[in-house]
């Protein structure tokens, strides 16, 4: 039987003029009247550096010349005082339960064919993932991650029989049948916005009360690209040309079109509220995506109970670019697994200044790119738990 709670999306073959609602158990919100989109609402705590110089000790006199661990030894670095914040402690690190989180949504904009893919292939895909015949699903079973996929707002709802096999796997909150098309119109409103944020930080929230300390994020929905790329424009001031590409592999003529459609966008939202700088809530109720909005939500409350965040491709980056204009300090607990071969990917790492650990050329997304990473994060907590220092190897250097 259906959760009464949850009224499914009726199947379409348009996308709404505007993003319906469907009736949703909302997490309770603060009390007080400050908004999810301020950072005082988060209250996510400053990583301390008081903790780095007994940290920089115990990597620094492991059996091996300083520095010859790479990049790895920073990965250490950061695991260690995200679970160690704590002056003079440098304790084992630990990966509890990782959880993949695959956040998946329709966007109005998919309309305009600006995807090798129809909007239908959302939902195909979905079911794909509860199937297990995914690359993120192959990924996650071989490398030990639990993955949870969150229908946030697709077209077509999951039917009852998928719904019914996959319960373990899957979490419906969806906003409705995917946003409306924002080249004409906003993609949702500020409400909605808010609300999002809301229900990711509750899909978060119960991951971590299961005992996960490492957060990935991974994305499916047609059109989303194009989403990530205005809310990218709006947010740094970057024109369409830069912050837009071929995403999974559109034609030249697509491209050209997708660049024109974000164009109008960002020309409709400038007329609305004007050139001055937008506002994370704005941008992402102009032209945002649910699964987008959902993952922001996830990735603030994630840094405020102190976790890892494991940051996947170019939308993802997206969603945790926006969580840092909400709350700075979230950054502190982002880890950044891949650098994609969408070339705006690029553009956001260097909004954040970060440095992915990983550059294979991928362009898939569902977190793939996260997935692949988490060997790394073990290996960096291998070394700094159980690598031999000069004393206890009894090596004089």
Known sequence: MLDEDVIAAPKATNYPQQAPRTKQKMPQQNTTSTSVFEQAYWQIAAVDSACLPSIDERINNKTKPLGALGQLEDLARQLAQIQHPAPK?????????????????????????????????????????????????????????????????????????????????????????????????????????????????????????????????????????????????????????????????ISDDQLANKVQLITDALERVKNTHGTKAFTPQTALAEVGGFEIAQMIGAMLASAQAGKSILVDGFIVSVAALFATRIAPRAQDYMLFAHCSAEHAHQQVLAQLDARPLLSLGLRLGEGTGAALALPLLQAAASFYNDMASFESAGITV
């Open 89 to 249: 402690e440098s304790k084992t690190i630990e990966i509890n339960r990782p959880v993949m989180l695959v956040f998946a949504a329709d966007h109005g904009i998919a309309a305009h064919k600006i995807s090798i893919a129809p909007p239908e292939v959302t939902q195909q895909m979905v079911l794909n993932f509860l199937n297990g015949g995914a690359a993120i699903n192959c990924f996650s079973s071989t490398l030990g991650w639990k993955m949870k996929v969150i229908d946030a707002g697709m077209l077509s709802p999951i039917d009852q029989i998928a719904r019914a096999s996959a319960s373990d796997m899957l979490i419906e909150q969806s906003m409705g049948s995917g946003t409306a098309d924002f080249s004409t119109q906003a993609a949702m409103t500020q409400d909605q916005a808010e609300q999002a944020l809301l229900m990711g930080a509750k899909v978060a929230t119960e991951q971590i009360a299961q005992g996960s300390n490492v957060l990935a994020f991974g994305e499916m929905g047609i059109g989303n690209t194009s989403s990530a790329s205005a809310l990218l424009s709006l947010i740094c001031g970057l024109s369409p040309e830069r912050t837009t590409g071929k995403g999974t592999g």
